[in-house]
């Protein structure tokens, strides 16, 4: 005898077809669940109820007939039917009417939009003071390489004999630049360059950070090998010639009123915003690039979030085509564009600038100083800091004031050079990862956090040396 096999119910298909009693139920379930809001916002409770008993009833049926994979009979249907169309008779005798029904529940869509809304804020915030919060193992790591700083005066001579080096403004060698506080990003940056050069004794690094950690990365890239690489470390605050009379950014961050914008509780400034590096003298310091080095020709900026994963030699030989900067482009999105940076509804912003230009990221540039001072870019980023002193071009941040200070003198470059999303987006094409000469972990999720995406954080990983003590006492404990 042949068994006979029941095709399984889809109650999906069951519930959007027109003629089923799922449908039916399903329906009328919601119209109660709305008169349940109802009856109790007109404190009639006992209706509430009762309309609340007959959605349970509905659900359970429902859920029955998805169980047993078999349609739900009428005999099942009718009675639950026939008790929910005669309570929903009662509400709409009750004067609550569709009018009503629609007003009520549009109050209630917006008031859970606005507690979605609230949420995201929230979690926004949450999110910005985890990102900004400096991870106990790197201030762990710090405190102990700024006592080797201090306990031992070898480090101190060498470093001032280093000082002198004349490597350090050879422009036939490949010079690299990263402004940075933290010790260990900076040394991944550092260590993923030289692994992937063709030639690590040719490069040379210009490191410049805050006077709380000096000492540390003067310890850090003294005390350990680098193949050969020429490794500089400097002290910002030892830049006399950067004062408030000539740059307008520390007139800013001195400014009493600026700081409160930012930091205080100003419903304009969205969570993201009310990071303190964008008003960093360190993350500006980058405008400054040609004065610092006032011999050198070329040079290539990265950002202490980046890793290296191919010789960046060629970059020093590209043609730049007579431009400053050589910059991957971002506007493969509509997003990246100028008008989503600026504000075009002021004329200053309208009358120079193409709301359609392209935009493009900071993190990984090639500069040719010659270009730059030939332009005085410098004297262009001053111009337009002191025009934005009311906050009204633009929020925040290096990307908006570099924009408009490279403007027409920026040089789009491959963008396999420079993939940036890896702090944010979790869908990266493995693909352009892999091709990609240099990946950026712009966004909250810096893979020094807990937040990291562990996708990820392996690449950023590889180029810790794990072995070291310190970081065995700091970072793996």
């Known amino acids: 005898m042949e068994r006979v096999v029941h095709e399984k119910l889809n109650l999906t298909e069951e519930i959007l077809s027109a003629t089923s009693l799922s449908r039916q139920l399903a329906e009328q379930m919601t119209l109660a669940k709305a008169y349940v809001v109802i009856a109790k916002e007109h404190n009639n409770f006992h209706l509430a109820w009762e309309l609340s008993s007959m959605i349970r009833s509905c659900q359970l049926l429902l859920s029955k007939a998805a169980m047993r994979g078999k349609p739900i009979t009428l005999e099942e249907a009718e009675p639950i039917i026939s008790r929910l169309s005669s309570l929903i008779y009662k509400a709409e005798d009750a004067h609550y009417d569709i009018a009503t029904t629609i007003v009520t529940m549009k109050s209630h869509i917006q008031a859970l939009e606005e507690r979605a809304n609230a949420a995201t804020v929230q979690s926004t915030v949450f999110g910005q003071l985890v990102a900004e919060a400096f991870p106990k193992s790197l201030h762990c790591l710090i405190l102990k390489l700024s006592a080797d ?102 007139k800013q961050l001195l400014d009493v009123d600026s700081r ?60 730049l085509h007579g431009n400053v900067n050589g910059a991957v482009e971002t506007c493969l999105e509509a997003y990246h564009r100028y008008y989503k940076y600026l504000n075009f509804s002021n004329p200053i912003i309208s009358s120079k600038f193409d709301p359609q230009a392209c935009g493009w990221a900071f993190g990984m540039n090639v500069f040719d100083l010659i270009a730059w001072r030939k332009a005085n870019v410098t004297a262009r980023y001053h111009y337009w800091q002191e025009q934005n002193s009311d906050k009204t071009l633009w929020k925040l941040g290096t990307l908006p004031v570099g924009l408009l200070a490279f403007y027409g003198l920026t040089e789009p470059l491959d963008r396999r050079w420079h993939v940036l999303g890896l702090g944010y987006d979790l869908n990266i094409d493995n693909r352009l990862i892999e091709s990609a000469a240099v990946i950026h972990f712009n966004g909250n999720m810096k893979p020094w956090l807990k937040l990291a995406i562990g996708r990820y954080k392996p690449l950023w990983e590889r180029y810790i040396n794990l072995s070291h003590p310190y970081l065995q006492e700091c970072v793996t404990s």
């Open 149 to 250: 700083w201090l306990k031992r005066p070898p480090l101190q001579d060498l470093a001032n004999e280093r000082r002198n080096s004349p490597r350090l403004v050879d422009n036939n060698l490949y010079h690299f630049c990263i402004f940075s506080d933290n010790v260990l990003a900076t040394s991944v940056v550092v260590n993923s360059t030289i692994s992937n050069a063709d030639h690590s004794k040719q490069i040379v690094f210009h490191i410049i950070t805050n006077g709380v950690s000096y000492g540390a990365m003067q310890a850090w890239f003294l005390s350990n090998d680098f193949k050969g690489a020429m490794i500089e470390v400097q002290n910002i605050e030892e830049f006399s010639w950067l004062n408030v009379s000539y740059a307008p950014i520390i």
């Open 260 to 319: 409160a914008y930012y930091f205080g509780e100003n419903p304009d400034v969205e969570p993201k915003l009310r990071n303190p590096k964008y008003i960093s003298l360190l993350n500006h310091l980058r405008f400054y690039i040609p004065e610092i080095y006032p011999q050198l020709e070329k040079i290539v900026f990265l950002d202490d979030d980046v890793v290296v994963q191919k010789d960046l030699t060629p970059l020093f030989s590209l043609d």
